[in-house]
Structures are given as C-alpha cells and as structure tokens.
C-alpha cells in the first residue's frame, strides 16, 4: 500500500503523470495481455514465503508459459523448483571456474526446464561453459550485452538468448 501510494513527481504534467507502480499481480495482467515475456528475479533479501507468493501469483495469471524464474541463488533455484516444474527457471552466475561452473549446471541438469543466464563476458572469455551447458541439456542465456560485436560473437558461439539494455543489431 506504501509503495502504490508513492507518486513521482519527475512526472508532473507528463504523459506519465498519476502512474504508480503496479502490483507484481498486476504487471503479470498487464504481460499476459501484451503477449509479453516477464523475467522476474528473485533477490538475495527474498524469503521462500515470497518466493511461494511469486509463484502462486505466476499460476494464478496463467503466466507459467510467459514467465523466467531467476536468482543468484542456486538455493532459490532449488526451491523454486520444488515448488513449481512447469516454469522455466535459471541460475545466474558469472564464475569461469570451471569446477564452480560444472556444478551449477549439473545442478540445473538435474532440475530440468532450466537455464544458466551468464555473464557474457565470462561466457566469451571461456566459451566451454555454453558447450559444456548445451551438453548437459541446460540452456544458455547471455546478460547484459550492449554491443552488436559482443553479441556476433557470443552467436558465432551458440548462444542466442541475449538480454540487453539497448537495441542490438546483429545481423
């Protein structure tokens, strides 16, 4: 209630004047009705309670097809799969160790319908962590990729998911 009462005053007499901040329930509506894919992460400071909130809202908005789980914390990943096996979930992680990789994603193996969302210049400095995860049958993902020549080339090496701050072009 707090934080749906907060105005920005930034935007005063703007397009944007009255928006608040929307509920998670309400952004999962407002995704669902824009054909929209929502990757919701879950922060060091989340409980398994609001995890479990997080999911039930996802499956109460039929968002399970449109929605990625993720966290730094292979725990919360852990948890979060035990509670729900139809949403995709993924670790986030930047190691290029490569004992500190292969853990993680025979982690994620084992979980099934998941993803490693690495740092992208990890993933270029030590393109054995994408192969090694295709190999395991986890998928990869690329963050935060600004550059068209960073993005060429994490493609030239397989990886295809890029999530990015910019317009990227590629091709």
């Excluded at 979060?80 to 490569?98: P, Q, W, Y």
Aim: glycine fraction near 6%; aromatic fraction near 8%.
């Amino acid at each position: 209630a707090a934080v749906q009462a907060l105005t920005i005053d930034e935007v005063s007499g703007t397009a944007f004047s009255g928006a608040r901040i929307p509920t998670f329930a309400e952004l999962l509506k407002y995704c669902k009705g824009a054909g929209v894919k929502l990757y919701p992460e879950i922060k060091k400071y989340r409980t398994q309670s609001d995890i479990q909130l997080m999911v039930n809202a996802v499956i109460a908005a039929k968002m399970e097809r449109q929605s990625f789980m993720s966290s730094f914390s292979i725990s919360d990943v852990q948890y979060f799969r035990a509670i729900n096996k139809d949403i995709m979930c993924g670790l986030l992680g930047s190691s290029t160790v490569e004992a500190t990789y292969q853990t993680s994603i025979n982690t994620l193996a084992e979980l099934g319908n998941t993803s490693i969302v690495w740092n992208y210049t990890s993933l270029l400095t030590v393109p054995a962590i994408a192969d090694y995860a295709r190999l395991r049958g986890v998928d990869v993902q690329a963050y935060t990729v600004n550059d068209n020549t960073d993005a060429k080339e994490l493609m030239r090496i397989g990886v295809y998911k890029i999530i990015t701050d910019v317009k990227l072009e590629v091709i």
